[in-house]
Protein backbone atom coordinates (compact mmCIF):
# COMPACT_ATOMS: atom_id res chain seq x y z
CA UNK A 1 0.00 0.00 0.00
CA UNK A 2 0.86 3.47 -0.81
CA UNK A 3 1.63 5.67 2.34
CA UNK A 4 2.54 9.62 2.31
CA UNK A 5 1.93 11.55 5.72
CA UNK A 6 0.36 15.27 6.56
CA UNK A 7 2.29 16.35 9.52
CA UNK A 8 1.97 20.05 11.28
CA UNK A 9 1.86 21.66 14.36
CA UNK A 10 -1.82 22.18 16.46
CA UNK A 11 -4.21 24.27 14.46
CA UNK A 12 -2.38 24.79 11.39
CA UNK A 13 -4.59 22.92 9.12
CA UNK A 14 -3.95 19.39 8.90
CA UNK A 15 -7.25 17.66 8.73
CA UNK A 16 -8.45 20.34 6.34
CA UNK A 17 -6.25 19.80 3.94
CA UNK A 18 -6.43 15.54 4.23
CA UNK A 19 -10.31 16.01 3.70
CA UNK A 20 -9.80 17.84 1.13
CA UNK A 21 -7.00 15.82 -0.54
CA UNK A 22 -9.46 13.08 0.26
CA UNK A 23 -12.04 14.75 -1.70
CA UNK A 24 -10.13 15.28 -4.62
CA UNK A 25 -8.10 12.13 -4.91
CA UNK A 26 -11.54 9.85 -4.72
CA UNK A 27 -13.30 12.46 -7.29
CA UNK A 28 -10.85 11.11 -9.78
CA UNK A 29 -11.98 7.74 -9.04
CA UNK A 30 -9.00 6.61 -6.37
CA UNK A 31 -9.45 4.75 -3.49
CA UNK A 32 -7.96 6.47 -0.21
CA UNK A 33 -7.98 5.55 3.65
CA UNK A 34 -6.63 7.07 6.34
CA UNK A 35 -4.99 6.59 9.81
CA UNK A 36 -5.32 10.06 12.02
CA UNK A 37 -3.03 9.94 15.34
CA UNK A 38 -5.56 11.40 18.17
CA UNK A 39 -4.76 12.62 21.72
CA UNK A 40 -5.32 10.55 24.52
CA UNK A 41 -8.60 11.85 25.78
CA UNK A 42 -10.64 11.51 22.53
CA UNK A 43 -13.54 8.47 22.57
CA UNK A 44 -15.75 8.21 20.34
CA UNK A 45 -17.68 5.76 22.71
CA UNK A 46 -19.82 7.26 25.01
CA UNK A 47 -20.86 6.13 28.76
CA UNK A 48 -23.78 3.99 28.71
CA UNK A 49 -23.87 3.13 25.17
CA UNK A 50 -24.07 -1.03 24.84
CA UNK A 51 -20.67 -1.08 23.26
CA UNK A 52 -19.33 1.24 26.16
CA UNK A 53 -20.78 -1.54 28.46
CA UNK A 54 -19.15 -4.28 26.62
CA UNK A 55 -15.77 -2.76 27.01
CA UNK A 56 -16.55 -1.93 30.65
CA UNK A 57 -17.21 -5.57 31.16
CA UNK A 58 -13.98 -6.18 29.79
CA UNK A 59 -14.17 -7.13 26.13
CA UNK A 60 -10.85 -6.53 24.85
CA UNK A 61 -12.63 -6.28 21.32
CA UNK A 62 -15.59 -4.96 20.40
CA UNK A 63 -17.06 -4.54 16.57
CA UNK A 64 -20.29 -1.99 16.07
CA UNK A 65 -21.67 -2.80 12.83
CA UNK A 66 -25.00 -1.21 11.24
CA UNK A 67 -26.15 -1.17 7.91
CA UNK A 68 -23.73 1.80 6.66
CA UNK A 69 -20.77 1.04 8.59
CA UNK A 70 -18.65 -0.85 11.13
CA UNK A 71 -15.91 -0.06 13.51
CA UNK A 72 -13.61 -2.18 15.50
CA UNK A 73 -12.43 -0.18 18.92
CA UNK A 74 -9.68 -2.43 20.51
CA UNK A 75 -8.91 -1.69 24.14
CA UNK A 76 -5.78 -1.43 24.60
CA UNK A 77 -5.82 -1.68 29.05
CA UNK A 78 -2.16 -1.57 30.06
CA UNK A 79 -1.08 -2.18 25.88
CA UNK A 80 1.20 0.46 24.90
CA UNK A 81 -0.22 2.95 22.10
CA UNK A 82 0.42 0.50 18.87
CA UNK A 83 2.70 2.25 16.45
CA UNK A 84 1.55 2.83 13.06
CA UNK A 85 2.81 -0.11 10.96
CA UNK A 86 0.47 -2.69 12.66
CA UNK A 87 -1.97 -0.34 12.20
CA UNK A 88 -1.68 0.22 8.63
CA UNK A 89 -2.01 -3.63 8.30
CA UNK A 90 -6.03 -3.44 9.10
CA UNK A 91 -6.56 -1.42 6.42
CA UNK A 92 -8.20 -2.80 3.37
CA UNK A 93 -6.39 -2.16 0.18
CA UNK A 94 -6.40 0.99 -1.32
CA UNK A 95 -4.86 3.05 -3.67
CA UNK A 96 -3.22 6.17 -1.39
CA UNK A 97 -3.34 6.29 2.46
CA UNK A 98 -3.02 9.30 4.17
CA UNK A 99 -1.73 9.64 7.83
CA UNK A 100 -2.77 12.32 9.65
CA UNK A 101 -0.28 13.36 12.59
CA UNK A 102 2.85 10.11 13.75
CA UNK A 103 4.93 13.18 12.73
CA UNK A 104 7.90 10.18 14.36
CA UNK A 105 7.81 7.87 11.78
CA UNK A 106 9.43 7.46 8.84
CA UNK A 107 7.34 8.19 6.09
CA UNK A 108 7.63 10.66 3.46
CA UNK A 109 5.53 13.47 5.08
CA UNK A 110 3.77 17.39 3.80
CA UNK A 111 3.96 19.56 6.36
CA UNK A 112 0.99 21.86 6.61
CA UNK A 113 2.30 25.52 7.46
CA UNK A 114 0.08 28.69 8.18
CA UNK A 115 1.81 32.13 8.79
CA UNK A 116 -0.10 33.62 11.47
CA UNK A 117 0.66 30.72 13.15
CA UNK A 118 4.12 32.05 13.95
CA UNK A 119 4.87 28.55 14.45
CA UNK A 120 8.45 26.46 13.47
CA UNK A 121 8.89 24.70 10.37
CA UNK A 122 9.54 20.68 11.07
CA UNK A 123 11.07 20.69 7.48
CA UNK A 124 14.16 22.34 8.96
CA UNK A 125 14.69 19.29 10.91
CA UNK A 126 13.10 16.53 9.56
CA UNK A 127 14.48 14.54 6.15
CA UNK A 128 11.50 12.37 5.68
CA UNK A 129 9.75 16.06 4.71
CA UNK A 130 8.90 16.04 1.39
CA UNK A 131 7.07 19.09 0.75
CA UNK A 132 5.50 21.90 2.82
CA UNK A 133 2.17 23.50 1.85
CA UNK A 134 1.47 26.62 3.26
CA UNK A 135 -0.14 30.13 2.88
CA UNK A 136 2.61 32.26 2.98
CA UNK A 137 6.23 32.17 1.09
CA UNK A 138 8.96 30.08 2.45
CA UNK A 139 12.55 30.31 1.23
CA UNK A 140 15.37 28.51 1.81
CA UNK A 141 14.10 25.11 2.21
CA UNK A 142 15.40 22.02 0.40
CA UNK A 143 11.97 20.98 -0.68
CA UNK A 144 8.66 22.29 -2.61
CA UNK A 145 6.71 25.02 -0.77
CA UNK A 146 2.82 24.17 -2.30
CA UNK A 147 0.43 26.98 -1.92
CA UNK A 148 -2.14 25.17 0.89
CA UNK A 149 -4.92 25.89 -1.99
CA UNK A 150 -2.93 24.50 -4.92
CA UNK A 151 -4.94 20.99 -3.65
CA UNK A 152 -4.47 19.64 -7.79
CA UNK A 153 -0.45 20.21 -7.08
CA UNK A 154 -0.65 18.52 -3.51
CA UNK A 155 -2.50 15.50 -4.50
CA UNK A 156 0.00 14.67 -7.50
CA UNK A 157 2.88 15.44 -5.05
CA UNK A 158 0.85 12.91 -2.33
CA UNK A 159 0.96 10.11 -4.78
CA UNK A 160 4.63 10.76 -6.78
CA UNK A 161 6.19 10.90 -2.98
CA UNK A 162 4.17 8.49 -1.33
CA UNK A 163 6.11 5.31 -0.30
CA UNK A 164 5.00 1.71 -0.50
CA UNK A 165 4.98 -0.23 2.66
CA UNK A 166 4.31 -3.59 3.34
CA UNK A 167 1.73 -5.02 5.72
Known sequence: MRVI???????????TLVVR???HLTERGL???????????????????????????????VILATGRRWILMHELRDEPEPPLMPLLAKLAPADLVIVEGFKGTSLPKIEVHRGERGTGLIARDDPDVVAVAADIPIDDLPVPVL????????ARLALDRAREIET
Open 31 to 61: RVSTVKHAHHSVDLDQPGKDTWRHRQAGAGE
Open 21 to 23: LIE
Open 5 to 15: SVVGWKNNGKT
Open 147 to 154: HLDDIPAI
